[in-house]
Structures are given as structure tokens and as C-alpha cells.
């Protein structure tokens, strides 16, 4: 029988997978996340159950994710890439139709949003690109990577889904950033996308011109398309600096907050917690994006380099949007608050990136334990 100090010995690769300063920063929002839920979801039965499953799902995810090894992941970039394509033509013929959007794949014993597999399989599959051609590149390998990124990025606005259509968007061209573009290209980028503004204007949808006006005034509708964002910056003001106190926010209990476990669970948490709970949790989410882009500078290869760069810019992508959202500064585009917001995809998605991004710094630590230079 093998003694105690052998067993841990032997479990120890598969247990101290993860990096110990992200894993505490998530597991602290992940806490405040359960503390959260339990007052927003108050008249949803069930929801705060199910939200602490898909937290647990989540981080399952991650610690599978951090032990995947990096050649695994070359392995499976182009395949992952190729499928997500798949379902998301599948979707744009078959998919189910809810609230005027095709974005759900029905499989018979579940259903699906494949919208959700590219913000993982776009940046793998531009990091295996840049990977392949790292030493050589030129102005054409530039180009092959946009077309991979407008490929994916025009079939999800397509559903339509503004905003998982920009996360992807933001998840592959942050790779492409990564990898060298020129700074004057991009500038120039920047200068076309204003020009071509008013076009855009016509192309959009009108639900999505809608919430551009509503930004601007969301009064002009208070109790239609304004409703999300007045309801939601009264419920921030309200907390004060202290807050009121948690489940004793008075827009929350009364029901005035809506999306509340989803989208807006920022306006529940700051009028329980006021500014000091904003600031703590905004202090939680730069920490986790230092430490990421951290793990980005440190990592041992170019492949695990862009990735890790992409997956920390897209999480702070993530907290920024949501925040500016229902704070009334950006527009209402559904990205829902890294591991607060209810949502079995989204966390899911959330916990696979922050495990390829343990699983870089493990790697890392592993090269370093064989005397390796990294």
C-alpha cells in the first residue's frame, strides 16, 4: 500500500495546475458573484441554483483546461475552427428563431450557440496561423488572417448578435495586434472605420440604431428602449458610497431592475454595495488582466503568446463593456459581467480561457523546473 506522501506526490501535477494569484482573484468574484445571486435571483426559483452549478461547471472547465498541453491545442485549432464555421452556417439555414435573432442550434437532446466556440477557436486558430509563419511574415499573412476573422465575425452579426459578434471581433484581432501589425496601418484603420460611420448608420438594424439613440437620450423612451438604462444608473446612484446593504437595495427588491441576473447584475451589486463594492470589483478585474497579460509576456512560444495576449484583452473587453453598458456610457449589447452574470455559455466560455491561460504559465513553470531557459 503506498504511503500517503506518495499519493500526494502523485496527484500533485493534477491538482497544482493553476495559477494561484488568478485563481484567488477569480475565486473572490466568483464569491461575490454567489453573494450577488442570491439577492438578484430572489424571484427567479431556481436561477441561484443553477448559477452556482454553472460556476462549478466553470472552474471545472478551467483546472481541464489548464492541463491540456499546448501541442493538443495546435492540434486542434484548425479542426475547432473548420467545425465552429460549420454550425455557424448550420445556424444561419437551420437555426432556431427567438426574439427576431437566429442564433441557437437545435441537436435533438440540446441546443447550442456556436457563436460562443469562436471566441476560443478564432484566436487558436490565428495563433497556430501566426505560429506557422512566425520568422517570415509579410504583409500578406496580415491579410489572411483579417479574412479569417471577417468570415466568422460576418456570420455571427449576420444572427444578428452585435455583441458577441464584437467579442470575437476583439478576441481575433487582438491576436493579429499581437502578432506586429503596424501601428500606422492600424491608424489608418482606425481613420476609414470613422469615415465609413454614416454608412454604417443605414446598414445597421434598427433595433441596433435604437439603443445608439437611446444612449444618447434614453428619456426620449423612458418606459420602452430607455427603460434597461434609467432603471439600472438610478440602482448605481442609489448606493451612495457604502451602499444600502446587501438584499436591502430598494430597485432590486421592488423589481425595477431588469435583466437583472444577467446583464445588469452590476446595477444590484453597486446598490447593495455603492462605490467602495464598484471599486473593489473593479480593482478584482484590472488585477486579473495584469496578471493575464502577465502570463502573455512570460509565455515560452509565440502560439502560447498570442493566445494568452488575446484571451486577457478579451476578458477586459468583457468587464469594460458590460460595466459601460449599465453604467449608460456604452450601448446595451448583451455581453454579460465575467463570472457575475447568470449564463451557463458565457461561464463556460469564461472558464476555458482562464484555464488556457493557467495552462500557459504551468507550462511555463514546468519548463523552468527542468532547468529550461523560457
Request: net charge positive; with cysteine.
Amino acid at each position: 500500500m503506498k504511503s500517503p506522501a506518495a499519493v500526494l506526490a502523485r496527484l500533485r501535477p493534477w491538482v497544482l495546475v493553476f495559477d494561484a494569484l488568478l485563481l484567488g482573484l477569480l475565486g473572490v468574484i466568483a464569491l461575490l458573484s454567489v453573494v450577488t445571486m442570491y439577492s438578484a435571483a430572489h424571484d427567479f426559483p431556481g436561477r441561484f441554483e443553477a448559477h452556482l452549478r454553472n460556476l462549478l461547471l466553470a472552474f471545472a472547465v478551467m483546472w481541464g483546461a489548464a492541463l491540456m498541453p499546448r501541442v493538443w491545442l495546435q492540434r486542434v485549432a484548425v479542426p475547432l475552427f473548420l467545425g465552429g464555421i460549420a454550425l455557424l452556417i448550420a445556424v444561419a439555414l437551420f437555426g432556431d428563431v427567438a426574439k427576431g435573432a437566429r442564433r441557437w442550434l437545435n441537436l435533438g437532446v440540446m441546443r447550442i450557440q456556436p457563436s460562443e466556440v469562436m471566441k476560443i477557436a478564432l484566436p487558436l486558430m490565428l495563433a497556430w496561423y501566426f505560429q506557422r509563419r512566425e520568422g517570415g511574415l509579410n504583409w500578406f499573412d496580415f491579410v489572411a488572417a483579417g479574412l479569417l476573422l471577417i468570415l466568422p465575425v460576418g456570420l455571427i452579426a449576420r444572427q444578428p448578435d452585435l455583441g458577441t459578434a464584437l467579442l470575437v471581433l476583439a478576441s481575433g484581432g487582438f491576436v493579429i495586434f499581437l502578432a506586429g501589425l503596424s501601428w500606422k496601418l492600424i491608424g489608418s484603420l482606425a481613420v476609414a472605420t470613422l469615415a465609413c460611420a454614416p454608412l454604417l448608420w443605414g446598414v445597421m438594424h434598427d433595433y441596433q440604431r435604437q439603443r445608439v439613440l437611446t444612449l444618447l437620450d434614453p428619456a426620449s423612451d423612458p418606459l420602452g428602449k430607455g427603460f434597461h438604462i434609467i432603471q439600472s444608473t438610478i440602482a448605481i446612484g442609489s448606493g451612495g458610497v457604502w451602499g444600502k446593504g446587501w438584499m436591502e437595495g430598494t430597485q432590486t427588491r421592488l423589481e425595477f431592475v431588469p435583466e437583472r441576473t444577467t446583464d445588469f447584475i452590476l446595477a444590484v451589486f453597486s446598490e447593495e454595495f455603492g462605490l467602495v463594492g464598484n471599486g473593489l470589483l473593479i480593482l478584482l478585474y484590472c488585477l486579473i488582466v495584469l496578471r493575464a497579460l502577465a502570463i502573455s509576456a512570460q509565455a515560452p512560444t509565440a502560439f502560447q503568446r498570442l493566445l494568452a495576449g488575446s484571451l486577457a484583452l478579451v476578458f477586459f473587453v468583457y468587464a469594460f463593456v458590460n460595466i459601460g453598458m449599465v453604467s449608460g456610457v456604452l450601448p446595451v449589447v448583451g455581453v454579460p459581467l465575467p463570472f457575475m452574470s447568470y449564463g451557463g455559455t458565457a461561464m463556460v466560455t469564461l472558464g476555458l480561457g482562464m484555464g488556457l491561460l493557467m495552462g500557459v504559465q504551468r507550462e511555463r513553470a514546468d519548463l523552468r523546473a527542468q532547468g529550461r531557459r523560457v
